[in-house]
């Protein structure tokens, strides 16, 4: 019988490449930080050197432009400057929808927050928009 001395078995390269796949396959990543392109609602996001799209991003309604919330309060307590009795210190109620402003620019670091339910079959192909982040100086 012919001895290959110093030849790995290649079989068990297989099975070790296998392994590292599939561990590196079952690790459901956390969140992460993507860069925004584009803002909604053509909204484009750069994450682990490729671009994502609105096709696969779930957004939360407040950054959309133009998205109202309704406001019930009242101002503060102010007065004028007169001192005549029809200036003294007062408050305005607030019982209104309010359009938000708010939204992500290019440049913008966001949360991203990958999906794994039924929706996403693949799981982790779509993702979840979350916040504005910023670092603090």
């Known amino acids: 019988m012919i001895s290959m001395k110093g030849t790995d078995d290649p079989y068990k390269g297989m099975l070790n490449l296998f392994s590292n796949m599939i561990t590196r396959l079952g690790i ?11 803002g909604p609602p053509n909204i484009a996001i750069k994450y682990n050197g490729m671009t994502l799209t609105k096709e696969n991003l779930l957004v939360d309604e407040y950054w959309i432009p133009g998205h109202t919330r309704h ?67």
């Open 28 to 38: 459901q990543n956390g969140a992460a930080v993507g860069l925004v392109v584009s």
């Open 71 to 137: 406001v019930v309060g009242s101002t503060s307590y102010a007065a004028g400057g007169s001192g005549d009795a029809e200036y003294a210190s007062h408050a305005h109620p607030i019982d209104n929808d309010e359009a938000l402003t708010d939204t992500w620019a290019p440049g913008d670091r966001v949360a991203l927050l990958p999906i794994y339910s039924s929706e996403d079959k693949q799981g982790g192909q779509k993702f979840i928009v979350w916040g504005k982040l910023r670092y603090l100086d």
